[in-house]
């Protein structure tokens, strides 16, 4: 059957259309073909007269919190896309080894390239300063001579925060170290007896500044094929928007079907949307109702510190529901949240047993599956009948088995006995926390158990569960693929993971982040048109991509200093989403929380751009130095 556009008037319409738009584009030039002229950067970034490849290039509007980044070519040639406004721009560029350059209030102009010169940094300290976390961190790690402590130092020791950034690496006396273990030790993170003794020396050691810095950059330092990203990481752009305050968290970010994106900030019991359909990014935020509970929810205390605390309830985990509506495991409350999208209410579902719900999914028949960090449970809730059920999962030893027992009778002891503290100096007993949960193609009910290298399934018609050995440490949050694989990311061992619940095969690839072993993967995400993984780099300031059937890694180099990635999530074009949710926030450099959205392919081609045939003489030349 032939198109009825083959022939006719309305093809010799579509032909004279053609014709006329490929006149006008040969009069207008290659700027109008490639968007509004006023309203796009391009030009070249050099040191020296040699090209600097690899630079990020961020166009930053300060007054809406936004950022824009992409990256140089092997040309040291970069184009940005088209922009939503023709003012009010800051520039800067970053490539480590290099002065950060910024340029301010620059209009973007599609006529004018900017050809950028970048001054090296000539200060070891300096440069050292400019490398990820996870290269200070190696320093420690290796100091740990035994495996079992490293594990337990990474398990431990980065729930939170990044390991080795500028303010976890400051030069600290062993006083001052042993409090700020101990510290770590009052809000979850307990280590063994052995280990806290020893690790004041071995940080304090690790962080000598000198002998570090020496270390770390050397003589030899080549900036030029430092971290160099790749062709791949190299076409996409990158953009950021802060959400959030100086005491914000946002930590958990998910993409509504609407478009908008939700995210919530555990430490100011708030939920948090941004709205992108307008020109100008549009936030709202919601403040969840915490009814009598006291500061700290079930978790609340006799210390001062925490009776001081702004979270009543601490939104962790959001999924939406088959209706529209958005469902939150509040962790502290106890509780679960509806939010309606419409009315913008919420309704308070408290938990009937076990404590601390985490991370939560729907299955196909609209029914919510989560864990239960704090008592080694997974819930179950159906909002159509309001029936609850919940699944004690095995402890490994008595002692275990014990102590999540008396779990709620410790809880209730410590609002007026600080037994936190005690806790602390004890000798941190390793305890099964389930962790991620997904669901399978085929309805089953998958979860983790961080610290206890297992996972498990339940049977979501009968409830019963069986549990799997895992060859790796701390598996974290896990997703299924669409042939119902199971990928799951290992904390500790710096691992990505598939199983095959048929054959019951793992597979395992090391994360290709140097130095290895040092990446802390928090979460993953399968793409569901693609099925590619992507894993966060939440020690290393990255985004990493995982193409299965030509088993190919790629590192998205992020634009902001100390991002502490966590959930992973895509919109309708495949971009990817995640936050930026170190805590304490004041680390960020900024100091405020983000969201990021990755486009991998989405920069601007700049062979196909037809922006560099301009005359040299129209090219604005800028050196730019560090000026903030």
Known sequence: MRSSVSSGPSASLLRVLLLALALQLSVL????????????????????????????????????????????????????????????????????????????DVRPSATSPL????????????????????????????????????????????????????????????AQWEKLIHLMGTRGAMISRSLREKLPAVLIDAYEPERAVAELVGDDFDPHGFALPSPAARRAVIEEWALGGRASTQHDVMVHPDGRIYSVDGPQDQLHRLDLRGATPRRESWTLPHGDLPPGGVFATSSREEAAANAYVSPHSLQTAPDGSIWITLSSGNQLARFDVETERFEIHEVARGIYPHTLRFDPRGRIWYTMAATNHVGFFDPATLEQRHVRLPARNWTQALILRLTPFFLKVGRVIDIRGRAADGDGIKMPVPYGIDIAPDGGVWFSQLNERRIGRIDPDSFEYEMIETPFETP????????????????????????????????????????????????????????????????????????????????????????????????????????NSNGPTWQIEGGVPQVVRIDPDGAPGVDESGLFEADPNEITRVTVREAR
């Open 476 to 579: 974290r949050r896990i997703r299924f693929d669409s042939k119902g694989g199971l990928w799951i990311p290992s904390f500790s061992e710096s691992l990505l993971a598939h199983f095959d619940p048929e054959t019951r095969r793992f597979r395992t690839w090391p994360l290709p982040i140097e130095p290895l072993g040092t990446e802390t993967p928090y979460a993953l995400a399968v793409e569901p048109k693609t099925d590619v993984v992507w894993i966060c780099g939440t020690n290393s300031d990255t985004m990493i991509r995982f193409e299965p059937e030509t088993e190919s890694f790629t590192v998205f180099p992020l634009p902001t200093r100390v991002t502490y990635t966590r959930e992973v999530d895509f919109d309708a074009e495949g971009r990817v989403w995640t936050s």
């Open 29 to 104: 030039g290659p700027a109008a073909a490639f968007g509004d002229a006023r309203r796009v950067f391009f030009g070249s970034v050099e040191s020296g007269g040699v090209p600097v490849v690899g630079a990020m290039v961020s166009f930053l509007r300060a007054d809406l919190g936004h950022a824009i980044t992409v990256f140089s070519d092997e040309q040291g040639r970069f184009v940005s896309p088209v922009l939503a406004f023709d003012q009010g721009y800051s520039i800067r560029v970053r490539r480590i080894g290099w002065q950060d350059g910024w340029l301010e």
């Open 115 to 174: 050809a950028i010169s970048l001054e090296r940094h000539l200060d070891p300290d300096a440069v050292a300063a400019q490398l990820p976390a996870n290269y200070w961190y190696e320093r420690v790690l290796s100091r740990i001579d035994d495996p079992g402590e490293r594990a337990e130092l990474k398990q431990q020791c980065t729930y939170c925060h990044q390991q080795g950034n500028w303010a976890t690496r400051r030069p600290r006396p062993q």
